[in-house]
């Protein structure tokens, strides 16, 4: 049972445009939601995270856009540098303990020159 | 500088050998992690460890185990039993607290079942 549920599987964009990746999830126990940026070869790496709290947080060209009453999320990826092409995952955990996430099943974005 | 280490990078098995994969980290981090990334399955939970001497089965346990004897060190075992092993396997590591936080990952490694 997929908690998380990421779309688009792949993503093509041209440099220059916005790149756009969506998540749902359905338990509202998740507190957290933190996307991660994956280098062919590589670990994920933390790239912007939010809390349920805010709708909004920038930092630099990433963007994530969070609507609570949806129970959505997406990362926006303003001006799209060649450099960006990776896999993204969007991610949630909730508190208890321990930290436990879980993770969307992964976007592969190509910025195309 | 701190950080995750795995190794090896790359490991070809044979049908029916068991494979340790280690974790290594510096990072003084209380909470380890072994993820086992598919294409179009993102990143699965096979277990995890919140202390020293203790840890916890994941979504995807069967057929693997892990130890937990060190503070800085977590390796996997990819046993026999496991039925499709050839994978990507991310070792990750957590400020261990109450609240969420950052995993922070290694650079992963590739096993291959010939």
């Known amino acids: 049972q997929q908690q998380v549920k990421q779309s688009p599987q792949s993503l093509i964009v041209q440099k220059g445009g916005i790149s756009i990746i969506n998540c749902a999830y359905e338990?509202?126990?998740?507190?957290?939601f933190p996307w991660y940026q994956q280098f062919p070869g590589k670990g994920p790496a933390l790239l912007i995270a939010?809390?349920?709290?805010?709708s909004e947080k920038k930092e630099g060209r990433f963007t994530i856009s969070f609507n609570k009453s949806a129970k959505q999320f997406s990362l926006h990826i303003m001006d799209s540098q060649p450099g960006d092409s990776a896999t993204y995952f969007c991610?949630?955990?909730?508190?208890?303990?321990?930290?436990?996430?879980?993770f969307g099943i992964g976007t592969k974005l190509q910025v195309i020159p | 500088d701190g950080g995750i280490t795995q190794s090896p990078k790359y490991l070809f098995r044979k049908e029916g050998q068991n494979v340790t994969l280690s974790c290594e980290q510096n990072?003084?981090?209380?909470?380890m992690y072994w993820y086992r990334q598919d294409p179009g399955q993102g990143l699965r939970l096979i277990y995890y460890?919140?202390?020293?001497?203790?840890?916890q089965k994941g979504d995807i346990a069967e057929g693997y185990s892990v130890s937990r004897e060190k503070k800085e060190s977590f390796p996997l075992t990819v046993t026999s039993a496991q039925k499709n092993p050839t994978a990507f396997y991310l070792c990750?590591?957590?400020?261990?607290?109450?609240?969420?936080?950052?995993?922070?990952f290694g650079e992963g490694s590739r096993l291959t079942v010939l």
């Open positions: 939010i809390r349920p709290d805010v």
């Open positions: 460890s919140q202390i020293v001497n203790d840890f």
């Open positions: 338990n509202t126990a998740f507190d957290y």
């Open positions: 991610a949630a955990s909730w508190p208890g303990g321990y930290q436990k996430v879980t």
């Open positions: 990750a590591s957590s400020i261990l607290l109450l609240d969420a936080g950052e995993l922070f």
């Open positions: 990072l003084n981090h209380d909470a």
